[in-house]
């Protein structure tokens, strides 16, 4: 009963960062923009994050410096995206070479230093009872804002008005335009936005969930994060939701493994990605209900009076 | 390096050249891989090396613990060796054309550290009969091609004893990479050093089937010790899994450098690997043009392979029977491997006063007994 | 006064010539500033990057085997691109192309089937392509039936497809003989790739890849049906109305663009490799993709863009040994290059106007 409460723990906690970069990239695809950058931007504001850290001792403050990082380089993105026009997938991923090579660069000195750390934070009183302490209230504060966001991210964009704003551009920047917003700065707001939450979740990599720093430590979660934006079909509960089915899924493999179940480790280190086709799958078989979710000019350039 | 300004450091991802103005007085200090510059008009002319790494040289584990033999050995002989290297080499057909070109520009001496390389030495070695092949980890040779490798089992037989006397749940954790007999050993010896001061002791192994991935690396180990293993130990590359333990309240050791300094609560020593010590015979023997083709397999008693500061915590007992341990590794009275050896399904795999020399080590494909699960690899 | 972009009513042909050469001066100038401001010299960095991989016939061998998989994974991704397919899983194709190509390899080598390298070469073409065509089938089938995404569905099965082959190579092909290690034994000589030049790893695979672009570049602007897969994709009721649907073209896109990707796998196992190893792709399916954007989407520009990516990453192997540049610094420069490149193929769509006002 312990270990699956601990089980439950650990999803969490591993669901967390891609939840983070996954409800970022939501806000990013939904006024239309499609960032393939995300792993390299990850990187770059882990590195940003763990310097921050590692010179003021300061989780929030390296948090925010992350944020700040994955912003500036989605802002870079976003300028040759929607000014110059150029093609989001490709220049998506060259940001995220980009984004290697520099992290990689600027993180040498950083390399095998270590962080003041911090005990595991965990909330009193709650934290001792019985099955739901274990499993739910002895987690660093990031994962229970994290919970925050999905709510927080669906009330912006569904019941503000620049939350419709944004998403109207999504489906139709023309129209937006003909209307008179701002099309082309809202979507570098959006993108840098989704920047910012990319780079809050590498920082909490770096600082937080493995307090170091080494070349390539995202390993494919940025990757993960924009697969859960088509997963969760563009909404953000179903992020949340996709980020701990797949992080129940590694832990749940881990799990298994130690138990000595008889499968051969690589099989059991497909469950997630498998797990994560069935899901779609099952979830995707009505199609209309996918188009309508779908923010309609993702990927498309946009030019005013085009 | 500290003082670097920290207003260069949050700008870092945003002014590009901030932080490269920063990264030029770094670049001074770290030894940088030797240009190829003209050699000393009155100077015989030095011995040219050269280094390839799978990873980048600050992954801080496999890389980084070479390239810091590296730098040792060649400090030892001043201006006589001249070393460079080429990281981040990927282990498939990239690798023949980057040690082809290193030849070509004039060194006489090749060190590939990876066991993905074997293929394309085999290959070039056979082209450059007056060049020197070094592979670290393989087991192909040539007339100029030999291989060294470091006995890190018996670091993981040491760090097992501390393990076995420490364990409170008898459950010890092994967050594993990938399914090689080098790994497959350091399993083996792990237990079998806990086994020998405490028999009841088993060791659950989780493959996160990665050398490198910090993240999965700490889901490896939280889910180890949520199962109740308490003691950990690992074959990755990071210090992941010795600060989740540090974070749980458990115990684990560093692995291929010493690892202290990340967690003084939970670190109970480290495995360190000191490649520097092979690095210098090799040079030396090139210097002396006494190199010939052989097969090094060097462990504690030649200092390749440590267990280096075993925890202050740690009771005298357990102090004790580490350096006994190391010191009968030394002399030869303590064997890691040794008759009766039986396998995790009952199945004697070492028969008493049986040998076990290199050959056998290097085909182990099972667990011993007392290890949970499977070999991913085994049929 | 602000910089203003008006879209051109047809591409400029000068400009789809000049912008690429105003990227390089942008790059060189850039990173020219970046090796100056870490102490090298600028000239003999850049000289490594851009004219060292060109150097010699051995270099251009290399040069041109580097960029044999590239070619042959960015043409079927232009495809699929223009037809509005976003297969962004080419690794995984060409991973399970390098198992097929490798597995028929080590069945030959295993039962000693009498053949010769040029009677062997058809078949591991046949292989890779079946196999590569099977893991892009897994997406067409997901998308077509059950409508998922192949963004999400294409990118899973690589990280599905490299398991899988480590499975294997740890597994059940693992070489008896190879002390546990994962690699299959060494393929016989039989199946080795003819290679264009006796002592240089340049095998005949090229040539296939080459006529693959050629192929490819008769389908796409002389077929009707090449044009209707085109359509297809981004406006399905006209191509309905054309007598083509969106199923075809999606199938036929990721059919061929699966294939290709899989006798680019093939070729690397019974090509430079010999053998099947973890290691058999260095991510050119995913290198891939930013080819085919920097290609223009067209088979031409794909194989210009092969041999440019080669280049600068076998220049970043080059400036490390010979100048001491880290690779890292390598990266930034790569990802510079390909970012100047991206932002001055606007040009060639958009005209740039200084105008007074927004």
């Not at chain 1, 993180?107 to 009183?125: C, F, K, M, N, T």
């Not at chain 3, 090796?35 to 490594?48: E, N, Q």
């Not at chain 3, 039962?111 to 067409?140: C, K």
């Not at chain 3, 290679?195 to 008769?218: E, K, N, S, T």
């Amino acid at each position: 009963m312990n270990e699956l409460a601990l089980l439950v723990g650990a999803t969490l906690s591993a669901g967390t960062p891609l939840a983070i970069a996954g409800m970022g990239l939501l806000v990013n695809e939904r006024v239309g923009v499609l960032n393939l950058g995300a792993e390299g931007t990850m990187l770059v504001a882990a590195v940003s994050g763990f310097a921050v850290a590692f010179h003021t001792g300061n989780t929030a403050l390296a948090l925010a410096a992350g944020a700040l990082a994955g912003a500036a380089l989605a802002a870079l993105f976003g300028w040759l995206v929607i000014w110059l026009n150029t093609n989001q997938y490709a220049t998506g991923l060259a940001v995220s070479l980009f984004g290697a090579g520099f992290s990689a660069f600027v993180g040498i000195d950083y390399v095998g230093r270590q962080l003041v750390q911090h005990g595991a934070p965990s909330i009193p009183v709650l934290r001792d009872l019985p099955f739901l302490g274990p499993a739910l209230f002895q987690q660093h504060p990031v994962v229970y804002l994290t919970m925050l966001l999905a709510p927080l991210t669906a009330l912006f964009l569904y019941r503000t008005r620049a939350g419709l704003v944004l998403r109207s551009i999504g489906e139709a920047p023309d129209a937006a335009h003909a209307l008179g917003y701002p099309v082309r700065r809202i979507r570098l707001a959006a993108v840098m936005v989704g920047g910012a939450l990319c780079g809050v979740s590498g920082a909490y990599l770096s600082v937080v969930y493995t307090p170091l720093w080494v070349e390539g430590m995202v390993a494919g979660r940025g990757w993960i994060a924009l697969a859960l934006t088509v997963f969760a079909t563009w909404r953000p509960a179903r992020i949340l939701l996709g980020a701990y089915l797949f992080g129940g899924a590694t832990m749940l493999q881990f799990h298994l493994q130690a138990q000595g179940v008889q499968v051969a480790s690589q099989f059991m280190t497909m469950l997630p990605y498998a797990a994560t086709i069935v899901v779609l799958v099952l979830i995707s078989r009505n199609a209309a209900w996918i188009r309508l979710n779908m923010p309609a000019s993702l990927g498309k350039p946009f030019f005013p009076g085009s | 390096m500290e003082k670097r300004p920290l207003t260069h450091l949050a700008l870092g991802a945003l002014v590009a050249l901030a932080s490269l103005t920063a990264c030029k007085d770094e670049k001074a200090a770290a030894p940088a891989p030797a240009p190829a510059a003209a050699p000393a008009p009155a100077a015989a002319a030095p011995l040219k090396a050269a280094f390839i790494y799978v990873g980048p040289v600050g992954d801080a584990g496999w890389s980084f613990a070479q390239d810091q033999g590296r730098k040792e050995a060649a400090a030892k002989f001043g201006d006589k060796v001249v070393t460079s290297y080429v990281e981040k080499v990927p282990e498939g057909p990239d690798a023949e054309r980057v040690i082809r070109d290193l030849v070509a520009q004039g060194n006489k001496m090749i060190f590939a550290t990876s066991f993905g390389y074997m293929d394309a030495m085999v290959k070039v070695a056979k082209d450059f009969p007056d060049v020197y092949f070094e592979h670290a980890t393989g087991y192909q040779t040539a007339p100029n091609l030999r291989v060294y490798e470091g006995r890190f089992y018996e670091g993981a037989y040491l760090a097992g004893i501390v393990a076995g006397k420490m364990t409170k749940t008898n459950t010890l954790g092994f967050v594993a990479s990938f399914p090689i007999p080098e790994v497959l050993r350091n399993i083996n010896a792990y237990t079998l050093g806990a086994q020998s001061v405490n028999p009841k002791v088993k060791t659950k192994v989780v493959w996160v089937n990665a050398w490198f991935d910090p993240p999965k690396e700490t889901e490896a180990a939280q889910s180890l010790m949520n199962q109740g293993a308490d003691i950990l130990l690992q074959n990755t590359d990071s210090t992941a899994v010795l600060q989740a333990a540090e974070r749980a309240g458990k115990y684990a050791f560093g692995w291929d450098s010493d690892m202290s300094a990340f967690a003084p609560k939970a670190h109970l020593g480290s495995c360190v690997l000191r490649w520097g010590v092979y690095y210098e015979k090799a040079f030396r023997d090139a210097l002396d043009k006494t190199w010939k083709p052989e097969v090094t397999k060097w462990g504690v008693k030649e200092g390749m392979t440590d267990f280096v500061k075993v925890a202050d915590f740690l009771p005298a007992d357990v102090k004790k029977a580490v350096e006994d341990a190391k010191e009968g590794l030394k002399n030869g009275t303590v064997s890691v491997f040794k008759g009766p050896i039986v396998d995790n399904t009952g199945k004697e795999v070492l028969a008493k006063d049986a040998p076990a020399d290199d050959k056998w080590r290097g085909e182990v494909a099972f667990y011993v007994k007392g290890v949970e699960g499977k070999v991913p690899s085994g049929k | 006064m602000t910089l203003r972009l008006e879209p051109r009513t047809v591409p400029s042909p000068w400009m789809g010539i000049l912008s690429p050469v105003i990227a390089l001066v942008v790059t060189v100038l850039a990173g020219g500033t970046l090796f100056f401001a870490l102490g090298k010299d600028p000239g003999s960095v850049l000289s490594v990057f851009l004219l060292e991989p060109f150097h010699g016939v051995r270099a251009l061998t290399e040069l041109g085997l580097k960029a044999t998989p590239l070619i042959l994974c960015s043409v079927g991704l232009a495809l699929c691109f223009r037809s509005n397919i976003w297969n962004i899983g080419a690794e995984g194709q060409f991973l399970v192309g390098a198992i097929t190509g490798g597995g028929l390899a080590l069945w030959v080598t295993a039962a000693r089937v009498p053949l010769s390298p040029w009677a062997f070469f058809p078949l591991v073409v046949l292989a890779g392509a079946a196999g590569g065509a099977a893991w892009a089938a897994i997406v067409a089938f997901l998308r077509d039936r059950f409508h998922a995404n192949e963004i999400l569905v294409s990118l899973m099965l690589v990280y599905i497809a490299n398991l899988l082959l480590n499975w294997l190579v740890f597994g059940p092909w693992k070489d008896p003989k190879g002390f546990n290690f994962p690699q299959t034994m060494s393929f016989s000589a039989a199946t080795a790739l003819p290679r264009v030049f006796p002592g240089l790893r340049l095998h005949w695979g090229v040539a296939v890849a080459l006529l693959a672009a050629f192929a490819m570049w008769l389908f796409v602007f002389r077929t009707y049906r090449g044009m209707q897969l085109q359509v297809g994709g981004p406006a399905p009721a006209a191509a309905r109305y054309a007598g083509f649907s969106s199923r075809a073209a999606l199938w036929t896109a990721l059919l061929i663009s699966g294939a290709l990707a899989g006798i680019a796998g093939a070729f690397e196992v019974a090509g430079p490799m010999g053998q099947l190893t973890p290691y058999v792709s260095n991510g050119y399916g995913f290198t891939a993709i930013i080819v085919a954007f920097v290609g223009r989407l067209h088979p031409l520009g794909c194989v210009l863009g092969s041999v440019l990516l080669s280049m600068i990453l076998i220049g970043g192997e080059l400036a490390q040994s010979r100048v001491g540049l880290p690779s890292a610094v390598s990266g930034v420069f790569q990802g510079v290059l390909l970012l100047a490149l991206l932002g001055c193929d606007t040009l060639t769509l958009y005209r740039p106007r200084w105008s007074s006002s927004r």
